[in-house]
C-alpha cells in the first residue's frame, strides 16, 4: 500500500531486563550513537522505553554484534538512562534484521517461523534463568501487506509484545515531482496515512493493544519549481540539492524557519505541517500534529507511540508535547 521507503521496515528489539508487570502503555523513542546527542543527554524522563539502535547480526555465525565503535555506549545504555528514570526500559535494535521487506510468500512465512521460534526460546530463558521474559518487538510498515504481501499477523499477534508502527515516510525523495506531507494522520483522498494503517493492521487481526503508533520528529523537504506556488501538492523538483533524502530534523527545521521567517500552516484535515521559504518546502510534525495523533492513539485503545528519534527533538518540546497529550 504505501510506496517503498528508506526506513528499516522490520527489527527486532530486545529488552533488556525487563520487569514483566510493565508496559501499560509506551511513550517510546529511538537513540543512536552518531544522532548528535550522548544517551546522557536523553531526558528519559520523558519515555517509558527507549530504543538504542542499531546492534547488527553476523550473517555467519547469527550472532547479535556490536561494532566496536558503538561497544561502550551500548554497554552503558541502560544505567545511563536509568540515572534520570529509573524504570525506563531498554531495548537493543537490530538493524541487520531489517527485512526491507520480506519479498516472497515464502519469507512472510519464515518471519513467522522466526518469531513464534523467538518467543519460545525467551520464555525458555526466562524460565531457565528466574529472569524476567526480555520484551521482543518489531518495527513494521504502516500496513499489514506490502507490495501484496501480508505480515504473518497471527505470529505477530502471538509472539510479538507490539510492533512499532512506522507511520511515516509516505512520500519523499522516491516521490519527487510533487510536495506531501509525509506522515499524515488521516488522508480524504484515501491514500496512505498512519489512520488507516492503524485499521488494517487491526483488521488483519493484530490488536490494538499491540500496536504503538510512530511519529517522526523530523521532516522531509522538496525543491519547489515555482516558489508561489507553495502548498501540498505542488510541483517540485525532488529534494533541496545537497539535502540527500530531504529529511530534515524537528530542531533543525525550528532553525530553518527562524533564519528564513518562513511561514507555517498547519493542516488539521489532514493532521500535519508544514512550511516554506524561497523554492525550500518541508513537511513536519509540530507539536499540534504530534499532540493530535498521540490523542488518536490513546483513543484507539493503542498501546501508546514511539518517535524516530529523540535527537531530533528541540528541547525536548515534541517529546512533552506527547507525553502530555498521552496523559491528558
Ligand atoms: C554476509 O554479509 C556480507 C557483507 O554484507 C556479504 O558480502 C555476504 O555475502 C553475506 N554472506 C551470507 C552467507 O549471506
Ligand atoms: C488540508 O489538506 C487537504 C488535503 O490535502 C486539502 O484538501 C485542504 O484544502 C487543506 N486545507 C487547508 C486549509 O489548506
Same mark, same amino acid.
Request: proline letters at 5%; hydrophobic letters at 40%; charged letters at 15%.
Given at each position: 500500500?504505501?510506496?517503498?521507503?528508506?526506513?528499516?521496515?522490520?527489527?527486532?528489539?530486545?529488552?533488556?531486563?525487563?520487569?514483566?508487570?510493565?508496559?501499560?502503555?509506551?511513550?517510546?523513542?529511538?537513540?543512536?550513537?552518531?544522532?548528535?546527542?550522548?544517551?546522557?543527554?536523553?531526558?528519559?524522563?520523558?519515555?517509558?522505553?527507549?530504543?538504542?539502535?542499531? @546492534?547488527?547480526?553476523?550473517?555467519?555465525?547469527?550472532?547479535?554484534?556490536?561494532?566496536?565503535?558503538?561497544?561502550?555506549?551500548?554497554?552503558?545504555?541502560?544505567?545511563?538512562?536509568?540515572?534520570?528514570?529509573?524504570?525506563?526500559?531498554?531495548?537493543?535494535?537490530?538493524?541487520?534484521?531489517?527485512?526491507?521487506?520480506?519479498?516472497?510468500?515464502?519469507?512472510?512465512?519464515?518471519?513467522?517461523?522466526?518469531?513464534?521460534?523467538?518467543?519460545?526460546?525467551?520464555?525458555?530463558?526466562?524460565?531457565?534463568?528466574?529472569?524476567?521474559?526480555?520484551?521482543?518487538?518489531?518495527?513494521?510498515?504502516?500496513?499489514?501487506?506490502?507490495?501484496?504481501?501480508?505480515?504473518?499477523?497471527?505470529?505477530?499477534?502471538?509472539?510479538?509484545?507490539?510492533?512499532?508502527?512506522?507511520?511515516?515516510?509516505?512520500?519523499?525523495?522516491?516521490?519527487?515531482?510533487?510536495?506531501?506531507?509525509?506522515?499524515?494522520?488521516?488522508?480524504? @483522498?484515501?491514500?496512505? @496515512?498512519?489512520?488507516?494503517?492503524?485499521?488494517?493492521?487491526?483488521?488483519?487481526?493484530?490488536?490494538?493493544?499491540?500496536?504503538?503508533?510512530?511519529?517522526?520528529?523530523?521532516?522531509? @523537504?522538496?525543491?519547489?519549481?515555482?516558489?508561489?506556488?507553495?502548498?501540498?501538492?505542488?510541483?517540485?523538483?525532488?529534494?533541496?540539492?545537497?539535502?540527500?533524502?530531504?529529511?530534515?530534523?524537528?530542531?533543525?527545521?525550528?532553525?530553518?524557519?527562524?533564519?528564513?521567517?518562513?511561514?507555517?500552516?498547519?493542516?488539521?484535515?489532514?493532521?500535519?505541517?508544514?512550511?516554506?521559504?524561497?523554492?525550500?518546502?518541508?513537511?513536519?510534525?509540530?507539536?499540534?500534529?504530534?499532540?493530535?495523533?498521540?490523542?488518536?492513539?490513546?483513543?484507539?485503545?493503542?498501546?501508546?507511540?514511539?518517535?524516530?528519534?529523540?535527537?531530533?527533538?528541540?528541547?525536548?518540546?515534541?517529546?512533552?508535547?506527547?507525553?502530555?497529550?498521552?496523559?491528558?
Amino acid at each position: 500500500m504505501a510506496s517503498k521507503t528508506p526506513v528499516y521496515a522490520f527489527l527486532i528489539c530486545v529488552v533488556q531486563f525487563l520487569h514483566l508487570s510493565a508496559a501499560q502503555n509506551v511513550k517510546g523513542g529511538y537513540w543512536f550513537p552518531d544522532s548528535g546527542i550522548a544517551a546522557s543527554d536523553i531526558d528519559s524522563t520523558l519515555f517509558t522505553h527507549l530504543f538504542c539502535a542499531f @546492534s547488527d547480526l553476523d550473517n555467519v555465525t547469527y550472532q547479535v554484534t556490536i561494532s566496536s565503535a558503538n561497544a561502550a555506549q551500548f554497554s552503558q545504555f541502560t544505567n545511563t538512562v536509568q540515572s534520570k528514570n529509573p524504570s525506563v526500559k531498554t531495548l537493543l535494535s537490530i538493524g541487520d534484521l531489517d527485512y526491507e521487506y520480506p519479498l516472497t510468500a515464502n519469507d512472510m512465512v519464515n518471519l513467522g517461523t522466526l518469531l513464534d521460534e523467538w518467543r519460545a526460546a525467551a520464555d525458555a530463558e526466562a524460565q531457565a534463568s528466574g529472569k524476567p521474559r526480555i520484551l521482543l518487538t518489531a518495527a513494521v510498515s504502516v500496513g499489514p501487506t506490502v507490495d501484496g504481501l501480508r505480515y504473518p499477523t497471527q505470529s505477530i499477534s502471538r509472539s510479538l509484545d507490539w510492533i512499532n508502527v512506522m507511520a511515516y515516510d509516505f512520500y519523499g525523495p522516491w516521490t519527487p515531482s510533487m510536495t506531501n506531507a509525509h506522515a499524515a494522520l488521516y488522508d480524504p @483522498s484515501g491514500r496512505v @496515512s498512519g489512520s488507516s494503517g492503524i485499521e488494517s493492521w487491526i483488521q488483519a487481526g493484530v490488536s490494538a493493544n499491540k500496536l504503538v503508533f510512530g511519529l517522526p520528529f523530523y521532516g522531509r @523537504s522538496w525543491q519547489l519549481v515555482n516558489p508561489d506556488n507553495h502548498g501540498l501538492m505542488a510541483p517540485a523538483n525532488g529534494p533541496p540539492e545537497g539535502s540527500g533524502e530531504g529529511a530534515r530534523g524537528y530542531n533543525q527545521i525550528l532553525e530553518f524557519i527562524a533564519n528564513n521567517n518562513a511561514p507555517t500552516i498547519y493542516n488539521s484535515t489532514i493532521v500535519a505541517d508544514y512550511c516554506y521559504s524561497g523554492t525550500t518546502w518541508i513537511g513536519y510534525d509540530d507539536k499540534q500534529s504530534i499532540s493530535t495523533k498521540v490523542s488518536y492513539a490513546k483513543q484507539k485503545g493503542l498501546l501508546g507511540y514511539f518517535a524516530w528519534q529523540v535527537a531530533s527533538d528541540a528541547n525536548w518540546a515534541l517529546s512533552q508535547q506527547a507525553k502530555q497529550a498521552w496523559e491528558e
